[in-house]
C-alpha cells in the first residue's frame, strides 16, 4: 500500500489526538501536508509535528481550495455546520474524504452529501468509529453466524458521563444546537448507526421523548458563582466543579481539550477567561441531558435507545434479544455474553479494548480508509462507514428530534426521505 496525503480542516481533539498520531505512527501509510486550524498555537505546533511546509499552513478551511487538489485525502473536523461545504468542494476536486460524524446538521445537506459521493465516484466515509471496534464487530460477527436467529428487540444504553457532558455539552463547543447540532445528532448518531447496522434492517418509524433536566439556571445553587474561580461558595461541594474537574495532575485527562498550557497558571487562566471555568447552571447550553428513542423496523423488530449524561462512567451497554439467543455486553469491559436457548450455554466473549476512547476502533477506521481508497481505482468500494450507510442513521436523529419537540410523535422515515424535510 502506498504512503497516502492528507489534508487536515481542524486540528481540535480528533485532529491532534486521532489523526496526528496515526500519521505518526504509520508515516508509510499517511502523511499530512497541510493544516487548516483557526488557532495559531494549535495549527503551528501541529505543522511542526508533521514538518507541514508553511505555504500549506493554513488559519482558515476556505483557504484550503485556493490552490486546487494538494494532496490524496482530505480529512475534515471542522465543527458541525462547517462540514457541508469543505466535503462538497473537496469531493469537486477529487479528494477522498474522512469526514467527522455527523455530516450536517442539515436532513437537505446530508442527502446532497451522499449523492455527491456517488456522482463524484468518491469516497466520502463517515466516522461511525463503533462500527470497527472488535466489541461491536464481535456481536456483528455473532448475528451474521445465526447464534441470535432473528433478531427482535435491541436496546442500547449510552452512559455519556457527568464529566464529558459538561466539558463537551454544558460548557464546550455542542453545548447549543442553533450552533451545531442537537445532542442525538451530536453525540448518539454512533449508536442509532449500530443499532442500524446491527439490525441490518430500515427503520421505518421513530419516537422520541427528552429534555434538558438540570443543567439550568434555575436549578443552581445559593452560594453559586458565575465562574467556580469566583469565589463560588459551594465549589468544594460540588460535583461539577470546574476547578476538580481540570485541575488533574499529572495526565490533565479534560484540561488538554481546554488549553495547550497545561501549567496551573495556564488551567487558571483558561478557567478564568473561557468557556470551561464557568459555573454549569449558568451556561447557554440547550442540548438536553438525557433522551430515549424508540425505533421500528420493516421486518417488525424493534430498538429501544437511551443516552444520559447524568452518569458516573461513560460506557455503553446492549441486550440484543432474538429467537434462537440473547447477547449481552458492556463495552467499557469489553466483553459480552451469548446465551443460547438450545444448548443453555453461556459462552463470555471478550474483545480487545485497548487503543482509544473508542475500544479500539479509531485506528482501525482510519487503516480502513486507507487501504480503500488505495484499491480504490481497481476495486472500488465505499467503506463500511460510507455516506450512505451513514444516512440512515442521520434519519434516525432528525426524526428522533422532530419527534421529541413533538411530544413523541411517531415520524415515518420514508415521508422524510421523499420529502427531503421534516413533517410539520
Not at 442539515?106 to 461511525?128: F, G, M, N, P
Not at 450507510?389 to 434519519?395: I, P
Request: glycine fraction near 8%; charged fraction near 25%; hydrophobic fraction near 35%.
Amino acid at each position: 500500500m502506498r504512503t497516502l496525503t492528507a489534508v487536515l480542516l481542524g486540528a481540535g481533539s480528533r485532529g491532534r489526538y486521532i489523526y496526528g498520531p496515526y500519521a505518526e505512527k504509520f508515516p508509510n501509510e499517511l502523511k499530512m501536508v497541510a493544516v487548516a486550524e483557526p488557532n495559531e498555537e494549535r495549527r503551528k505546533r501541529f505543522a511542526e509535528i508533521h514538518q507541514i511546509d508553511q505555504e500549506h499552513v493554513y488559519d482558515s478551511w476556505e483557504k484550503v481550495f485556493e490552490q486546487g487538489r494538494i494532496a490524496d485525502v482530505m480529512i475534515i473536523c471542522t465543527l458541525d455546520r462547517m462540514h457541508y461545504i469543505p466535503a462538497m468542494k473537496a469531493m469537486e476536486l477529487g479528494y477522498h474524504v474522512l469526514l467527522e460524524k455527523p455530516m450536517s446538521p442539515s436532513l437537505t445537506e446530508c442527502i446532497q452529501l451522499e449523492q455527491a459521493s456517488l456522482r463524484h465516484k468518491r469516497l466520502l466515509v463517515v466516522t461511525h468509529v463503533l462500527r470497527y471496534s472488535p466489541f461491536w464487530s464481535g456481536i456483528k460477527k455473532c448475528i451474521e453466524d445465526g447464534e441470535l436467529g432473528t433478531v427482535g428487540t435491541i436496546q442500547l444504553t449510552e452512559n455519556v458521563g457527568y464529566q464529558h457532558m459538561t466539558h463537551s455539552y454544558v460548557r464546550g463547543n455542542w453545548r447549543n444546537s442553533e450552533e451545531t447540532s442537537p445532542m442525538i445528532l451530536a453525540k448518539s448518531c454512533h449508536d442509532l448507526d449500530i443499532i442500524s447496522w446491527l439490525m441490518d434492517q430500515p427503520c421505518t418509524s421513530v419516537s422520541s421523548y427528552g429534555s434538558l433536566l438540570h443543567f439550568k439556571s434555575e436549578n443552581a445553587p445559593d452560594g453559586s458563582a458565575e465562574r467556580c474561580i469566583d469565589g463560588c461558595a459551594v465549589e468544594k461541594e460540588c460535583a461539577f466543579s470546574a476547578i476538580k474537574m481540570y485541575m488533574q495532575a499529572p495526565d490533565h485527562a479534560w484540561a488538554r481539550y481546554m488549553t495547550n498550557d497545561l501549567s496551573q497558571e495556564g488551567i487558571l487562566k483558561a478557567l478564568k477567561e473561557g468557556p470551561f471555568g464557568r459555573c454549569v447552571y449558568r451556561c447557554d447550553n440547550n442540548v438536553v441531558d438525557h433522551q430515549v428513542v424508540n425505533m421500528q423496523f420493516e421486518n417488525g423488530a424493534n430498538a429501544s435507545f437511551i443516552m444520559s449524561g447524568l452518569t458516573q462512567s461513560g460506557t455503553r451497554r446492549v441486550q440484543m434479544m432474538g429467537t434462537k439467543g440473547e447477547i449481552i455486553g458492556d463495552m467499557e469491559k469489553g466483553s459480552f455474553t451469548l446465551y443460547r436457548y438450545a444448548t443453555g450455554e453461556q459462552l463470555e466473549i471478550r474483545c480487545s479494548v485497548q487503543g482509544d476512547g473508542h475500544g479500539g476502533g479509531d485506528d482501525r477506521m482510519v487503516s480502513s480508509f486507507l487501504r480503500n481508497v488505495c484499491q480504490f481505482d481497481s476495486n472500488p468500494s465505499h467503506g463500511l462507514t460510507s455516506a450512505t450507510a451513514s444516512l440512515q442513521s442521520h434519519l434516525i436523529a432528525f426524526a428522533s428530534e422532530h419527534s421529541r419537540l413533538h411530544e413523541g410523535l411517531a415520524i415515518k422515515l420514508s415521508d422524510m426521505l421523499e420529502k427531503q424535510e421534516l413533517p410539520a
